[in-house]
């Protein structure tokens, strides 16, 4: 194994403590608890309904943001408060490499457990509705949400210990106040990105059920919201290898 | 004059250098940490002297490229290695605070240094490594189970499992037992004789002591003495000592004592009295005779400037 996959693979076991874990794996299926709990006895309609609701208003809005904002902030956080970031820069490792493995191992520790929610969801689903096809759009959306968000919160929860409370300023505020309001600004929302994939994917009957604030502008797509995804963690991993170089490490 | 030849003359720099630290300045915010240092490091352990606050670690993270001079340069091997990520194959630290991974094992800790550093085999390097500094019993605990010492060798050998030319170490002494401070002591010799560059800070002079005679001392952020310890040690000679006694009658013997060589000043204390003195060993004799002598019963002498804080700074105001 190279020495940045070492890395990633350390972050990723570093930034999922056990009760961390456990706290953000719950979080992830509770969407899949609603609707499979809520549906049971629920017309087709009112169950694609209920799922759309859960998936824009839980799922993509709250659980991949919150679930990425703490594993990918941690991925440099914790070094920092641990006082263990020297262990890794002082390495014969070009900083941009170090970089890419540390956003790299907070995106997939956050793809975990994103996916856990993800498969959750969509089994919910297929147990109640009687179709699996939700899964991969679910999945497909989730992930690509997960690595816009992990390229934003991976630098900033180097920049400033109040990283989570940027970060859910940035979820709440930003991306749930302002982008509602605003549909235009729709595609500098991550949820919205990785939202606007699932969307192409999913089977048609769940898109009249949408509500309009999900999309804003954005089309439907998963070529170009994986596009975005990727120049987003282009520029994070950029930024991040230039704070590594540019500033002092303590 | 050529610059060999200033370098003889200067005891702050050395003829080859490895480390080369050129009118460095550090300062955050308001705060001067290192003010325009000058000097270099060779083959061989240097010690890095200064009490606490001088600006010792300041100047090690410049060295290794955690922290950017604000003025000056500060070269590894010819090389900034901050710029030239390369430059860590031949330098490791051992920071004074954490730096490790509680989670892990310390044999797990020590590999993943290795690994990180493109060691052939980690697995073998880190237990030579581990065996090294003594902590084979302890190689498969948790590192956040150990005590300060253990800490500090579990960091000492993953400095050492990359087989550095240039170990730069913080305190690395801090926390440790005095039978390990010995082993460790011998390390970092050993390291030194077998001609890599071993940088050592300590704010205690002893330490430093029994690792090298080359010596670079700070105080203030700024380079106070360098060079040969005999003539640091010289240096401080000059410094009165400060003496605290205490008997049952101190005024008495503090009045006799007045005519003694050995005193240069006497300042009443409530339970005995200060005494000045720039001869140490008299006073040790001095004071029990005279005592003996008034048939005066001696409760404490006790040196108050075991710190080396003033020494220092006396060698700063020297300057």
């Known amino acids: ?250 | 004059m050529t610059g060999e030849h200033a370098a003889t003359l200067d005891p702050a720099v050395v003829p080859n250098p490895t480390v080369e630290v050129n009118a460095a300045s550090k300062w955050f915010g308001q705060k001067v940490a290192v003010s325009g240092v000058t000097c270099s490091f060779g083959p061989g352990v240097t010690g890095l002297l200064g009490p606490n606050g001088a600006g010792k670690t300041t100047m090690l993270r410049m060295m290794v490229g955690l922290v950017l001079p604000s003025e000056g340069t500060v070269s590894v091997l010819g090389k900034a290695p901050r710029q030239n990520p390369q430059t860590y194959r031949n330098l490791a630290m051992v920071p004074e605070e954490s730096s490790v991974y509680g989670h892990m094992s310390a044999r797990r800790l020590v590999r993943y240094a290795a690994e990180l550093s493109g060691v052939g085999d980690p697995g073998a390097a880190a237990d030579a490594a581990i065996a090294a500094v003594e902590l084979e019993d302890a190689a498969d605990r948790a590192v956040s189970g150990f005590s300060k010492g253990m800490r500090q060798r579990a960091k000492v050998a993953s400095a050492l499992v990359s087989d550095p030319q240039i170990l730069v170490l913080d305190e690395p002494l801090n926390g440790t037992d005095p039978m390990q401070r010995l082993r460790l002591i011998g390390i970092f010799r050993r390291l030194g004789q077998e001609g890599r560059t071993v940088i050592v800070s300590s704010h205690v002079l002893q330490e430093v002591e029994r690792m090298t005679d080359r010596v670079i001392a700070m105080v203030d952020g700024k380079l106070a003495a360098a060079g040969d310890i005999a003539a640091i040690r010289s240096a401080m000679a000059d410094i009165p000592y400060r003496v605290l006694v205490e008997s049952d009658e101190p005024r008495r013997l503090a009045a006799a004592l007045l005519a003694s060589d050995a005193i240069t000043g006497i300042e009443l204390a409530e339970s005995g009295f200060h005494v000045e003195t720039s001869d140490l060993r008299l006073l040790g004799t001095t004071v029990p005779a005279v005592a003996k002598e008034l048939g005066i019963r001696l409760r404490a002498f006790r040196p108050e400037d075991d710190s080396l804080e003033s020494v220092f700074r006396y060698l700063v105001h020297r300057r």
């Not at chain 1, 998936?55 to 991925?75: D, M």
């Not at chain 1, 969801?121 to 509705?129: E, W, Y």
């Open chain 1, 1 to 250: 194994m190279t020495a940045p996959a070492r890395i990633a693979r350390t972050t990723v076991s570093q930034v999922l403590g056990t009760r961390r874990l456990i706290g953000l794996a719950l979080l992830a299926l509770l969407p899949a608890v609603i609707v499979f709990l809520s549906t049971s006895r629920a017309s087709p309609a009112s169950r694609l309904e209920t799922f759309a609701g859960v998936t824009v208003g839980f799922f993509f809005s709250v659980v991949v943001p919150i679930v990425a904002l703490i594993l990918s902030a941690s991925a440099l956080g914790d070094e920092r408060r641990d006082q263990t970031l020297s262990f890794i820069v002082l390495r014969p490792i070009p900083r941009i490499v170090l970089a890419a493995a540390k956003i790299g191992g907070g995106m997939a520790a956050s793809w975990l457990v994103v996916a856990l929610g993800a498969i959750g969801l969509g089994a919910a689903m297929g147990l109640r509705h009687g179709d699996w096809g939700h899964v991969v759009p679910l999945l497909a959306g989730g992930l690509i949400a997960t690595t816009v968000y992990a390229a934003i919160f991976a630098p900033l929860g180097y920049l400033t210990e109040r990283a989570t409370l940027a970060g859910l300023a940035f979820a709440f505020i930003w991306e749930g106040a302002v982008v509602g309001a605003i549909g235009a600004l729709a595609s500098l929302s991550p949820w919205r990105i990785g939202f606007s994939a699932f969307a192409a994917l999913t089977p048609d009957e769940v898109l009249p059920y949408v509500p309009d604030l999900a999309l804003g502008n954005v089309m439907p797509g998963a070529g170009g919201a994986a596009a975005k995804a990727v120049v987003v963690l282009a520029i994070g991993v950029w930024a991040t290898g230039w704070i590594l170089r540019s500033r002092d490490l303590i």
